[in-house]
């Protein structure tokens, strides 16, 4: 790098370095006309540095535009050289108590919820870490870039506005003082200049529309270079870009990748440099290829020098945002300098100019004056406020902008909007001086111009571009959320103006969204295109907040309330007298009552749900009563010009709209009906809708006849004839054969009646009912609980959020309801309280039916184990305010009295007449509410007032004369006892009881007697539930005796059964004896000996049969020989679990020779299966058939499965586990050869001397038979044979046909992908590769129970006890499928590593050799030179000859590679023999080595790391034994403690003295010892120019995470892309298992894998986890698991917050915690290999999964 810059600084201009800074500066000083002199020497030299070649070279331009251009400012600026002047200036300057820091894109954030004024004021970690608030409730988000710190802003926090690190010094007082003050006065005259000069020129040159002169900065000679500048939108894809370069300058995909990213990232790139007609030819090509779909890509034509100057003018930019980060005075000077009128007048100063001309600039452009401003204007507080005062002026236009331009809201200046108007005074002083309100609301109206007739807005025929635009206009919208979002504590008269002018303007943007989307019911045909509705409700839902806001801001002020009122009621009545839908009057008439409404009918008329101005009124009518203005300035009230009924039409229309729909009038209106009726009840949406038309209709009946209201009601639900002529109800239902219709009939009468009990119970609002506002959210709270038990966020999202995001919902939770934290998976819950139970309300207003239907269940069911009669009644409620209060008197009026009567009539008939039992209930329901009313009225009776409510006199009376209809009460004590209503009953006895108690009330208004009767009735209630109980017991009592009596019958003619067909059951038991594995005959012995599982000592165990069943064709067999093949489902994965090498990449794959593992386990083949058996035939036909499947998708459609089948992959049939191939069934493999066990077999000495001639032997043959084939016979008797060896023998292959082909099957797919190599069943390696997928396997699983201090045997699943039963017994058979030579071979190479021989001189090094893999490979492959040997030694012998041999081989390396740190904690028992055995072993070992081993005192440190290193060794060799041999393991070792060695060293006949071992054979160990340390490898290790693994090797965890998110969060916005030079990752992306951080989904780190472009995660996958990876995708916290390229799956991650919920997406927000077990979990998966097999679960179980482009992360 250093050489390149070198070329380059001598090819540059020496004109240029020679420029003196100092000199230029002091000229400068002299100069009268300073901006022309700079702008001579800007002319001359910006474009000689910049914009050289067709490619920029930003170091080159940096260094030369600091040393030419920016030094002699910098000079001219201080005074003297910089160097010194800039520090001087830093210390004289006083620290800014604003932090000011501007966030990077994805950096956390922190906003307090106790302390923050609004969810806008955030902190910068550091800040924040340093503050008060990280003990408060806090919420962290990720940034989007550009915002920036609040830290030291007064006005942000209500509390702790300092953090320890920005606090103000006792000594500073908070008033301001001009920071010029500390400037010298020639300083700030130089400063005034030169940054008057440089911000002019960087704001004309950015602002300059002509493409080939310059603003004054002519040069001398001009060049003809031109650039093709291409600029970036958000219209076009990466794609569509990338293609149409790749054709317009034809470059290479990579290069076009990298133009689209730096457009991407900069907002321009130049793609080709040359003369204009060369860059215009591309230019046109551009534009003509991008513009069929949408608008082209904007491309220009620039002349090089424009765009050198363009560059300098950012440079000095950003070079002036540093210069006044030195100081204040600096900051102040620059500020004034910007905000200077210019000669033009209005908005002629430089940020003026620049703000105006922000659409037009490149996002790079808009990045660095943005910043600029942000760290002047911005964090001065003086200029801030002028700063705001220009914004506002400018507001229109700056909207106007942004609604045409292509750039995203977060890159236009109309962003800063956040950073003005969420500063409460700011906010304050643009509303009062700058009409602001009124101001954002009519450049709102101004953008929404689509109106009808009437006025109201439009949108129908949306077209994109009209959605585009509407989707900026909501912008609007939030600017006026920041500038309510502060409440004013004192009004000023001009503020109420203001205020008031504003609220205008909003009634007019409120009253053309009144009836706006108007409907009409579909009758005949169904609609045939679906009206657009989400606009209107987007609007709504934008905003409901608005509206709130401007209502609580009315609730501030009794006069501003009072003008409010006045006004929305006279926009109501214009809005009214608008709509006349030419409705003729009509009188209504019903039970001697009257009343004039108008013909109106909503399932014919049109209707409209956006009601906003009715809405409006009803909560400023609450707020009249809640702030009791109502009360105190009656007067001053238009209340007497209220006409009720015209308050209530449309409310009234919009709430039966909604009964029709739900009784299915409207279903030809299609889906965009029911939509807008979801949306109308939606927690977003009704505070301001649903709920405020019940409001309204609570206002209206207030203040009219309950009567006319109630028929009013009833000829809207169309209903009036039911109820007011006698018999109709008869009459229509055997009139009407119409199902259909009498079914909507019942529906529409129950939603009428629901609406009454909604309308008197409904008071939990504060102002309706004597309630606060706690009261209105822990009622939210109960009813949602009541359905079930809920997470936090669940309860949060079902419950309203305010201006601040916030529900309320922390401060009364407690009360209401308990916390359950999670387990393992799913997330805490909360529980209702019992207690709260009675405040539940079957008819709660915010339940949908589903949720109403699930809660009542629900509560019954809790009512059923309370052992509590089910009965729901209405809870008590709290009194109305002074203002509703009239409301109750509906219930006891004459219409509803009637209404009542009339369905409890139909019930008692309930033959003759089409009713519901949802109706009856509902007026059980109403009923109940009138006796808690009056009972309530009853006991808060003073003496004075008469009570007004006499329901229960009501209906104790029967009807009038003509039809003596029975009362009410005596109804209702028929029904108690009808069949038919068995589920109502307990409700009816409630209400009888309730009636009883009142009655009593009113009978004495003396207390004493009312508690006895009371005590009469409970008496009653109570006696009867005693009969209850003694009657349920007398019943289980008689159902015992009969369970008895019929066992008793049973077992009587079992007995009989077997008596008459005992020969049959003889037989069935003598075989149970046999066949429980004869275990019985030699049982004795083997429970005294003691269990070996090797050698000729090995215990004898009887065979016994395995009998399996096929899962595909459920037959039965028995696992033989040589009968057909069963075989298990299996997956073989490459894997790096045990790797201490990650970086070791395997070499040619077609030459390597596995046959060697080194210690580090770089890269094992891992088995596992899920253990389910088929036959192999069975397999085979489903295996072709899922390949048929296969073929028969790919031609229609090409979608990736959760398994390849081109790599031979499926699901098992049974668990649908990803398997790869199958393992066969074998009996145990050691049976057949067990010969003859002669007495007196060889010891090690003798053995390994037979062992060496036998490969002697082979190896002459074979070079032999190389050379000549005749004349073998003279040949073999030169040779000297062993005894009984005979080398021409050839073994007969016990097993049957389809069981070898099997064997070749799965040895061929372990060959295939332990190396990735095309299969070949011939190849010599596919034994190594099975012996080494057995060892590897079972090294896994012993590490697993290792690292879970789980014992070695009796603890694996039966799953993973099946896969390495037959895994190992596979291992063993394979190599009679081998080609014997081959194998022998193998043997003889891998024998040569211990036993030395001429012929194999390359063998690896004893500390390159996995002891484990090399003795499984021995002891599996000895059998093929074993079977040619007739002297009577049993392969048992040699298997424990081996054992020993590699035993001894693996103490000498640990032995080696030890570093024992002696330390002094020697044992007393110092010398055992074990320890004094050690010692001598290794002074000889430091012989041999020639004293390069350190000299080690202590016995008891050597035995212990001998103890300890050994010990995996051992725990694995027992396993693999266990399941070669069939030799069941001794209990002791499955019980462990502490003589666990002991005891696997009798299991494995070692000696528990392990050095005994080398004292027994010392005449042959001696040497062995002495080749193996000669070795040229173990000498550089000693001498620490090599690293060697040392033992016991670590378990691999996952890396360590910290256990606060925010931490992650920091340090994934530090990364940058290492690829786009310093650019921030989108996707920081951290690798679980080596702790990479890599930046995932993104162009710029795509890299070819095999031939595919794959992103950073796929590829690194490849190189740390051999295909399989999981990862932590910082920014989604979402952990993320890949399996090659084509599968992954998204797993929740290891973080919780105190709810114990994840936050996927991190969309909540809470602090989150590292929960411990969960990683855990996540490391368990790793660890067993189980990742590959939970992505396929995934992608089985969610298709969606399969859509995404895996390879791409």
Known sequence: MAADLEAEVQAIDKSLLECSAEEIAVKWLQANDLQKEVYQHLAYYVPKIYCRGPNPAPQREDMLAQHVLLGPMEWYLCGEDPAFGFPKLEQANKPSHLCGHVFKVGEPTYSCRDCAVDPTCVLCMECFLGSIHREHRYRMTTSGGGGFCDCGDTEAWKEGPYCQKHELNASETAEEEDPLVQLPEDMVARAYNIFAIAFKYAVDILTWEKENELPGLEMIEKSDTYYCMLFNDEVHTYEQVIYTLQKAVNCTQKEAVGFATTVDRDGRRSVRYGDFQYCDQAKSV?????SR?????????????????????????????????????????LCQVGLQEGPDGENSSLVDKLMLYDSKLWKGARNVYHQLFMSSLLMDLKYKKLFAIRFARNYERLQSDFMKDDHDRELSIADLSIQIFTVPSLARMLITEENLMTTIIKTFMDHLRHRDIQGRFQFERYT???????????????????????????????????FLEGFDAFLELLKCMQGMDPITRQVGQHIEMEPEWEAAFTLQMKLTLVISMMQDWCALDEKVLIEAYKKCLAVLMQCHSGFTDGEQPIVLSMCGHSVETIRYCVSQEKVSIHLPVSRLLAGLHVLLSKTEVAYK???????????PPMLIEHPLRCLVLCAQVHAGMWRRNGFSLVNQIYYYHNVKCRREMFDKDIVMLQTGVSMMDPNHFLMIMLSRFELDQIFSTPDYGKRFSTENTNKDVVQQNNTLIEEMLYLVIMIVGERFSPGIGQVNATDEIKREIIHQLSIRPMAHSELVKALPEDENRETGMESVIEEVACFKKPGLTGRGLYELKPECAKNFNLYFYHFSRAEQSKAEEAQRKLKRQNREDTALPPPALPPFCPLFASLVNILQSDVMLCIMGTILQWAVEHNGYAWSEAMLQRVLHLIGMALQEEKHHLENLTEENVVTFSFTQKISRPGEAPNNSPSILAMLETLQNAPHLEVHKDMIRWILKTFNTIKKLRENSSTTPVAETEGNIMEEVKSSRDKDKAERKRKAEIARLRREKIMAQMSEMQRHFINENKELFQQTLEELDTSSSGVHENSPVISDAKLTALGPEQTRVAEHRQVVMCILCQEEQEVKVDSRAMVLAAFIQRSTVLSKNRNKAIPDPEKYDPLFMHPDLSCGTHTGSCGHIMHAHCWQRYFDAVQAKEQRRQQRLRVHTSYDVENGEFLCPLCECLSNTVIPLLPPPRIFSNRLDMSGQPNLAQWIKTVSQQTKALYLLRDEGCASSSGNSEKMDQLQLPEGFRPDFKPKNPYSESIKEMLTTFGTATYKVGLKVHPNEEDPRVPIMCWGS??????????????????LFGNLPCRQDDCLTSLTRFAAAHWTVSSLSAVQGHFCTLLASLVPNEKNGNVPCILDIDMFHLLVSLVLSFPAIHCQDFSGVSLGTGDLHLFHLVTMAHIIQILLTSSTEENGMDQENANSEEEVAVLTLYKFLCQCTGSALKEISSGWHLWRNLKAGIMP?????????????????????????TNQFEHLCSYLSLPNNLTCLFQENSEIMNTLIESWCSNNEVKRYLEGKRHAISYARESNKLIDLPDDYSCLINQASNFSCPKSGGDKSRAPTLCLVCGTMLCSQSYCCQTELEGEDVGACTAHTYTCGSGVGIFLRVRECQVLFLAGKTKGCFYPPPYLDDYGETDQGLRRGNPLHLCKERFKKIQKLWQQHSITEEIGHAQEANQTLSGIDWQHL
């Open 286 to 290: 551009i534009v003509r290829n991008t």
């Open 293 to 333: 779909q949408t608008k082209p890509l904007k491309v220009q034509v620039m002349h090089s020098s424009i765009v050198a100057h363009q560059s300098f003018g950012l440079k000095l930019l950003t070079w002036l945002g540093s210069v006044i980060g030195y100081s204040d005075g600096l900051r102040r000077i």
């Open 464 to 498: 994109a571009l009209q959605a585009f635009k509407f989707r900026r206009v909501q912008s609007l919208i939030l600017d006026l959320k920041y500038v309510l979002i502060s409440k004013p504590t004192e009004w000023s008269d001009d503020l109420r103006h203001k």
């Open 633 to 643: 300035f009656p007067e001053l009230l238009p209340l007497s010009e209220l006409s």
């Open 1334 to 1351: 057995c060892a590897y396997t079972i090294q896994t699983i012993e590490r697993i129970l290792a690292d879970d201090d789980k014992l």
């Open 1513 to 1537: 060794f051992l725990r694995c060799s027992a396993l693999f034994f266990h399941y070669l041999n069939g030799v069941p393991a001794p209990s002791e070792v499955q019980v462990s403690g």
